[in-house]
């Protein structure tokens, strides 16, 4: 017993864990790369439905954008976009679709949370959340 | 110009954008705000609103492809993203506070600087020192696959990098970029990150760094449905198709040719901004 052991190769047992590290933080990489792909092709599909409903209702119009207004209240706010997409409006559709696009990055974040938690990672568990209080921060109170 | 005509051309562009970007890999993000701004007279705050917009599309999109390779490491990603993150907050605050002609005149520096840093051949910038201690007490170090097994790789000049990525934040807040070429300033240069590592890494960084300002420019008026659809719809199916036409294309040719149009683009930024035209 004690023989073969002696005849396997001396390596470090940090050399050892290295892959099988890597191998579970590839794990969770592919979960989060569908998690994004997924996220990516539903707002997408969303933007282009109200894209369709939006050229219905304006088409026809002049562009506007050659001076800066801003956009009204209804198209500034999370609650706002919300409320707007539901009364049907094709420019609140869109608006609702880039919201999901913005919140698929976010998603990733919480997901390493939950990752970091299972590794025992305390301090990437701190780090993670870190970046995800800028993240809400930015959408939630983002008037300076 | 009627919205329909309008929706259709700025979607045929952001297309192209997003094409060329995927096929070059030097991103579609850099090109919209002049196609925008340049070509199509659009204010610049809804130009870098509409590209900031386009850049998490393809980077969440472009995220399953590169997990495939599966050499990102997402501790130095996260640790970079707080940097990141804080300096997009900074980078969306001064885009609201200073005339969109500087912000042209920047946005033209920076193409140059992209231009530049696309016409020279890349290297790795391996460092054979000892473990640096605060890397390796932010457990950055790590391993990826080569044609000889797993090679072990060491980050060093954490502080520095970290510096470095607060100012790609902030660009990115500014300018509505991704900043991939200040991103590899900070990771291939300073801290010695092996390509494959840093390059699937920062493109999982620029989503979140994105998202970071999206909130800002959305509160503050500068993303416009009605032109963030075309940009956004045409810069994804670019760049997607981009990602498999890859394998066919001849990319060095196209890589020439696209640097020389960002450099292009960045004089006439710059000269527009100067004249105070943006």
């Known amino acids: 017993m004690e023989e073969g052991q002696k005849a396997l190769p001396q390596t470090p047992t940090e050399e050892i864990k290295a892959p099988n590290q890597d191998w579970r933080d590839e794990q969770i990489e592919i979960v989060i790369g569908n998690l994004l792909r997924i996220g990516v092709l539903f707002s997408a599909a969303i933007v282009f439905i109200g894209g369709i409903l939006y050229l219905f209702e304006h088409g026809n119009e002049k562009i506007h954008y050659h001076t800066f207004r801003g956009e009204p209240p209804e198209l500034r706010s999370v609650t706002g976009v919300i409320h707007y997409a539901l009364q049907g409006h094709g420019s609140g559709i869109i608006q609702l679709g880039l919201l999901l696009l913005v919140a698929t990055p976010i998603a990733r974040v919480i997901f390493s949370i939950y990752a970091f938690i299972r590794e025992k990672d305390g301090l990437y568990v701190v780090v993670t959340l870190i970046v995800l209080a800028i993240l809400l921060y930015s959408l939630i109170w983002g008037h300076f | 110009m009627t919205v329909l005509l309008f929706t259709i051309l700025i979607w045929i562009g952001s297309f192209l954008a997003g094409l060329l970007g995927a096929l070059t890999g030097l991103g579609g993000g850099v090109v919209i705000v002049p196609l925008l701004a340049l070509v199509f007279h659009v204010d610049i705050r809804y130009a870098i609103g ?152 920062s493109n999982f960084m620029i989503g979140v760094t994105a998202a970071a300002s999206a909130g800002i420019y959305l509160n503050r008026g500068y993303i416009d449905p009605g032109l963030a659809m075309p940009v956004m719809l045409g810069v994804l199916m670019g760049s997607l198709l981009g990602a498999r036409l890859l394998v066919l294309a001849r990319v060095k040719m196209l890589r020439t040719v696209f640097s020389l149009v960002i450099l292009a683009l960045a004089l006439e930024m710059i000269f527009n901004g100067l004249t105070g035209r943006l």
Do not use: C, W
Request: charged letters at 10%.
């Open chain 2, 50 to 201: 509409a590209s900031l917009i386009s850049v998490i599309a393809t980077s969440s999109g472009a995220a399953a492809a590169y997990v495939k390779e599966g050499y990102s490491n997402i501790r130095i990603g996260m640790f970079l993203e707080v940097a990141t993150t804080s300096g997009a907050l900074v980078g969306a605050f001064i885009a609201a506070h200073v005339n969109p002609s500087t912000i042209a005149i920047i946005f033209g520096l920076v193409l140059l600087y992209s231009s530049y840093l696309s016409s020279k051949p890349k290297e790795e910038h391996m460092v054979e020192a000892p473990p640096d201690p605060l890397a390796t007490r932010l457990r950055m170090n790590g391993t990826y696959p080569t044609p000889e097994g797993m090679k072990r790789y060491n980050v060093y000049h954490v502080p520095t990098g970290f510096s470095l990525m607060f100012v790609a934040g902030a660009l990115s807040g500014l300018l509505g970029i991704g900043s991939g070429a200040v991103k590899v300033l900070a990771m291939d240069q300073a801290m010695a990150i092996p390509f494959k590592v840093s390059t699937t890494t």
